[in-house]
């Protein structure tokens, strides 16, 4: 926790110091609750991501897609050498072929068996032993199909597609390269459902108000209320942390493994705060114009914490209750030369 200070109302001062230019703006010390955050690190990732490879062995003949590349669901994006998966069907059905013409004999075999058992021509065993035989022949037509489908489901897996529309991550092997099941081949995600993903020690997250929370995306040089946050029921009892998704609006630019910021409210406190432009920075030096009692801004260096709110930054000292500042510290700065 931050210690308690005074802080900043962020309201035009209602009257300016003898002599002081009515034009600058000014901003009045006074001691008001501001919104605290404990920041935590994040990643991005995507909600929807995949990492594709085929289900048999073979050579990569076709890798017509790259990283980058925006795909549909169902397009194309590697093919392995199908020549065995192709024999491999043409030989089931083959072998569909025979054991159906076999089955045909056996019941050819079995009706004239029964028709010369009911004539008393052949004995009740050769009825019986043609009808196993026609049980046998029906077995091999349903196991040669089944093979069948397992070659046309082996032939399948030689081509990988998109499972959806998204965009294509990264690319893991080269036409010519050697698939095997297991290795992948493409990542694909979906660009338009992303979350950032906090490692968040458990004692913060009793206290968290995650739905007030907001993520920092330096990246894209902004930051975002997140849609919703999940805390995932899951701890490490190692490092006692909990992992939490927050879900973030779509936003153009965002890609899976980016640095994200979280900045998780835990409540208020009173602090010192000024807006950002109020501040100079002058190497590791920073300060604020403070207007003196003949209405003139003078330079003070101020001591600065983390930023808080919307736009405003924490002081932690080097301000009084009831001083009054410039509320643009290059407006200010550009006065003080003139004089």
Do not use: C
């Not at 920092?216 to 701890?235: F, G, I, K, M, N």
Request: aromatic share 2%; hydrophobic share 50%; charged share 25%.
């Amino acid at each position: 926790m931050r210690r308690l200070a005074v802080a900043l109302a962020l309201a035009l001062a209602p009257g300016l110091p003898a002599g002081a230019d009515e034009g600058l703006a000014t901003l009045r010390v006074s001691a008001r609750p501001v919104a605290q955050a404990v920041p935590v690190e994040a990643a991005i990732e995507a909600v929807r991501q995949a990492t594709l490879g085929v289900q048999v062995a073979g050579r990569i003949v076709d890798l017509p897609v790259k990283a980058g590349d925006a795909v549909r669901a169902g397009q194309v994006l590697a093919r392995v050498d199908a020549r065995a998966a192709d024999a491999a069907v043409a030989a089931s059905r083959s072998q569909l072929a025979e054991a159906e013409a076999n089955y045909a004999n056996a019941k050819r075999a079995h009706d004239r068996n029964r028709a010369l058992f009911a004539q008393k021509f052949v004995s009740e065993a050769a009825v019986d032993q043609s009808a196993t035989t026609l049980k046998a022949a029906a077995a091999q037509v349903d196991a040669v199909r089944a093979n069948m489908s397992s070659a046309d489901a082996a032939r399948d897996w030689t081509t990988v597609v998109a499972p959806y529309a998204g965009v294509v991550g990264e690319t893991h092997a080269e036409r010519g390269d050697m698939a095997l099941p297991g290795k992948p081949i493409v990542t694909v995600f979906d660009p338009g459902e992303m979350r950032a993903v906090a490692t968040v020690p458990q004692a913060l997250v009793a206290k968290a108000r995650l739905a007030e929370s907001r993520v920092e995306l330096p990246a894209l040089d902004r930051s975002v209320v997140p849609l919703r946050a999940t805390v995932v029921p899951l701890a490490d009892a190692k490092s006692h942390t909990t992992r939490v998704r927050f879900d973030l609006p779509r936003l153009d630019g965002l890609a899976p493994g980016q640095y994200a910021r979280v900045r998780l409210a835990v409540g208020e406190a009173t602090l010192v705060a000024v807006p950002a432009a109020a501040l100079v920075r002058r190497g590791e030096v920073t300060a604020v114009y403070v207007i003196d009692a003949e209405g003139a801004p003078r330079l003070r260096q101020v001591r600065a914490g983390e930023r808080v709110g919307d736009g405003e930054v924490e002081i932690l000292a080097g301000l009084r209750d009831g001083e009054t500042i410039a509320a643009n510290a290059v407006a200010a700065g550009m006065r003080t030369v003139a004089r």
